[in-house]
């Protein structure tokens, strides 16, 4: 081999060797280079945040969030706190700190922290956003509204007190600016007896609440003796999936009187003929069925000749329009549910031409019924809130639903407390309609349709509880009933979390119970 190829090999072999030593040292400068830069850039992080009463004057003591260890920090503020302009106190490591690329100062920068506000913290260096979520809840969570009447007590189901409301619409709403209304007691048993006590109020023009269409009256619902709040709630929720004309609407709300905290109310339209509640012809009728006592002194009324041999005490309350004694539209709904009754009571019930299918409205009657006795409403036996409405040529039509206060098991002196059984089956307009064959078959087959809905009604109830969370720990702070008899209850339990499962085990059982009946 020659001499002077094996010198051209070596050298070919040192240069080779010589740019492997070259690339070995700019690889390891230049790693050192990285890690040194690495090691000077501070990550970004937002480790505290608080809010401090000598910064906002509205707080009534400093707040500090809680941090889930992982983006969110969250807290509940005082409700008199103006929530739209905060000024935060927070402490960070890395660089910047922005909301919506505004630059943050602790201790300086205001924000509206009516909806999750989210804080960005850089790196040192500004690079890699890192994204915080500061979640803050206005008192409980609920709207908040806020009733003025000077000090004057309302103290009266007659007589209305005048005064200012207003409401802080929380997330879900919008706001009531302060506006003038009347405010006055309702309910028999709920108002006589308890110390949380319902209310109607009343604006000079209609007025649109929580999101519900404009109306001038509305009703604050104190469920006191329901502790789990919810039985109108979802009563309601099942007249919404019905086929019935109209089923009023309800929203959870804190309510202060005269700056006083007075609990967790439902807010609900009242039963009204009106085109944004039961929307009838000028010539449609509301009525009611209840009882003689409960009548006030501007209530017209009328007893069916059939009906009255076996409930005396019942009255035919004509709700709308207002009418006289006497009048020809009072003896006009009078004499045409005589003539139903005696048709329904008659021999010949059954024919589906001439007899009770030609007065009455089917689908209606069925749904209403079905809620009802899944329900187990104690006073829809045949006893109060019992509401149809009658359009002259037309079929009698059963709704609005009313009144679930005492349902579900609330009720202690009743058979309606149990799970099993039928109840508003022995209501005896429904009692006649279960002897005709055809009526039966048709709320067998309608029951499907809110048994197989079962889960969404109670996936709702747990909806509900976890929107309650805070709410119902204040109302009962206020309201010391949990652990403790309060009239009728058949049972009750230490917590609310207790009161909920309840419910939901009773109305599965019910409803288990219903399915066995009816297939």
């Known amino acids: 081999m020659n001499k002077c190829f094996l010198k051209k090999k070596r050298k070919e072999s040192e240069t080779i060797k010589m740019k492997k030593i070259l690339f070995l040292i700019s690889l390891l400068l230049f790693s050192c280079s990285e890690e040194s830069e690495l090691l000077l850039t501070t990550p970004g992080e937002l480790t505290t945040f608080a809010f401090k009463k000598s910064i906002n004057q509205n707080l009534t003591s400093d ?18 706190t103006a929530i739209e302009n905060l000024v935060a106190t927070f402490e960070t490591v890395g660089g910047t700190v922005t909301v919506q690329n505004v630059p943050q100062i602790s201790g300086e920068t205001e924000n509206d922290f009516n909806q999750v506000v989210t804080y ?9 956003p890192r994204n915080y979520y500061i979640d803050i809840t206005y008192f409980t969570g609920l709207p908040v509204i806020s009733i003025q009447t000077n000090g004057v007590p309302i103290d009266s189901k007659e007589n209305y007190v005048v005064g200012t409301v207003s409401i802080q619409g929380a997330r879900e709403f919008e706001n009531l600016e302060e506006q003038a209304m009347s405010i006055r007691g309702r309910g028999n048993s709920t108002w006589f007896g308890p110390p949380k006590k319902p209310y109607q109020l009343k604006f000079s023009d209609k007025t649109a609440i929580l999101g519900m269409p404009k109306d001038k009256r509305w009703v604050f619902l104190a469920e006191y003796s329901d502790k789990s709040l919810l039985r ?23 309510v202060f009187i005269n700056d006083e905290y007075n609990g967790t109310y439902l807010v609900v339209q009242k039963v009204e003929v009106k085109s944004n509640r039961l929307d009838l012809p000028d010539n449609g009728y509301l009525v009611e069925i209840d009882q003689y006592y409960r009548l006030g002194a501007d209530d017209v009324f009328f007893q069916p000749t059939i009906f009255t041999q076996n409930y005396s005490e019942n009255v035919f309350a004509v709700k709308a329009p207002a009418l006289d004694f006497g009048s020809p539209e009072l003896t006009l709904i009078e004499e045409h549910i005589n003539v139903f009754e005696a048709v329904l009571f008659g021999d010949d019930f059954k024919n589906p031409t001439t007899g009770y299918r030609a007065y009455i409205d089917l689908p209606s009657f069925v749904d209403w019924y079905l809620i009802q006795e899944i329900a187990k409403s104690v006073d829809a036996k045949w006893y109060s809130s019992i509401y149809f409405n009658y359009v002259p040529g037309e079929k009698i039509k059963m709704g609005p639903l009313w009144d679930f206060d005492l349902s579900y098991g609330n009720v202690d002196y009743a058979d309606s407390r149990y799970s099993e059984g039928f109840w508003i089956k022995d209501n005896p307009w429904y009692a006649r309609l279960f002897q005709d064959p055809y009526f039966e078959n048709l709320v067998k087959e309608r029951f499907l349709y809110f048994y197989n809905n079962t889960d969404l009604l109670l996936s709702n109830l747990d909806s509900h509880e976890n929107y309650l969370d805070l709410a119902q720990e204040k109302n009962y702070q206020k309201w010391q009933t949990l652990g403790t008899y309060v009239w009728p209850n058949p049972i009750f339990f230490d917590t609310h979390a207790e009161e909920v499962t309840h419910l939901k085990s009773w109305i599965s059982n019910r409803m288990s119970w219903l399915y066995g009946q009816f297939n």
């Open 63 to 80: 707040l500090v969030l809680n941090f889930d260890g992982v983006d969110t920090f969250t807290g509940s503020l005082n409700y008199r």
């Open 120 to 128: 960005t913290v850089f790196n040192s260096d500004g690079t890699n």
């Open 232 to 254: 109108n709630k979802i009563s309601l929720e099942l007249g919404a999936m019905s086929v019935l004309e109209y089923t009023p609407k309800g929203e959870f709300s804190e």
